[in-house]
C-alpha cells in the first residue's frame, strides 16, 4: 500500500485534494486545453455515484492521457471512474490502474469498526458529512446490506486489504492525523496501519 506515496511523488493528485494540477509546458493554446481537461476529469470523478469511505482514487492528467490509480472497495467504481474520465473534454485515453481489493469478511469487520471508531470519535466526527447521526445510521443500515458503503465526501478514507489497513485523506491538522491512527489501531484483528493521511496545516 506503500504505492500511495509513490503516486503522489509522480504527480497524482487525489479527489480529497482538489489542489490544481499544473500544466505542461508548450504552447498558450495547449495549456488552456489541458486545465479544461482537468477540470472536466475532476468533475466527472466528483459526480460518481459510489466513491465512498472505503475506496479512494488518484488522478493524474497528461495531454490526452488520464492516468487512474487507488483502490476500489468495489469492481464497479474502477469500471465506472474509466467510463466518466473517458467522456471528459480532451481526454483520447485513460490508464486505468486502479486496484480493486479482493473480497474478505474479515478485511470488511475491520473497514467498519475502523470507521465506527474515528467517525464517532469526540475529536474526529466533525469530518463525518452528517455527523454522528449519520454514522449510526450507516452502521444500521450496513447490518441490512453487508455489501454497501458510507458514500460521498468522507475527508479520511480507510482502506483494508488483507487484514492491513491504510489511512488516506487530508485533515486539518497533524492532531487529527494521530488520532485517526491511534483509533485504527485499536481495532482488533489489525496487522499495521500505514496512516497516509495528510495534514492541510
Not at 22 to 34: D, F, N
Request: aromatic share 8%; glycine share 8%.
Amino acid at each position: 500500500m506503500s504505492r500511495y506515496r509513490n503516486w503522489l511523488r509522480r504527480g497524482f493528485v487525489s479527489l480529497t485534494v482538489l489542489g490544481a494540477i499544473g500544466a505542461p509546458a508548450g504552447a498558450q493554446t495547449q495549456r488552456v486545453t489541458s486545465a479544461e481537461t482537468d477540470r472536466s476529469v475532476r468533475h466527472a470523478l466528483a459526480r460518481l455515484p459510489y466513491y465512498g469511505v472505503f475506496d479512494y482514487i488518484v488522478c493524474r492528467v497528461e495531454p490526452g492521457v488520464v492516468h487512474l490509480a487507488g483502490y476500489s472497495f468495489e469492481g464497479r467504481l474502477k469500471a465506472d471512474a474509466e467510463m466518466a474520465v473517458a467522456r471528459a473534454t480532451g481526454v483520447a485515453e485513460v490508464a486505468n490502474k486502479i486496484e480493486v481489493l479482493p473480497a474478505s469478511r474479515g478485511d470488511d469487520r475491520v473497514r467498519w469498526a475502523t470507521f465506527y471508531r474515528i467517525y464517532t470519535d469526540d475529536f474526529l466526527s466533525r469530518y463525518a458529512p452528517g455527523g454522528v447521526d449519520q454514522v449510526l445510521r450507516e452502521l444500521r443500515d450496513e447490518r441490512h446490506f453487508p455489501g454497501m458503503q458510507p458514500v460521498g465526501r468522507y475527508p479520511i478514507h480507510i482502506i483494508v486489504r488483507n487484514g492491513r489497513t491504510m489511512l488516506l485523506g487530508v485533515v486539518d491538522n497533524k492532531a487529527d492525523s494521530q488520532a485517526a491512527e491511534v483509533r485504527a489501531r485499536e481495532v482488533s484483528g489489525v496487522f499495521e496501519v500505514e496512516n497516509g493521511l495528510v495534514a492541510a496545516r
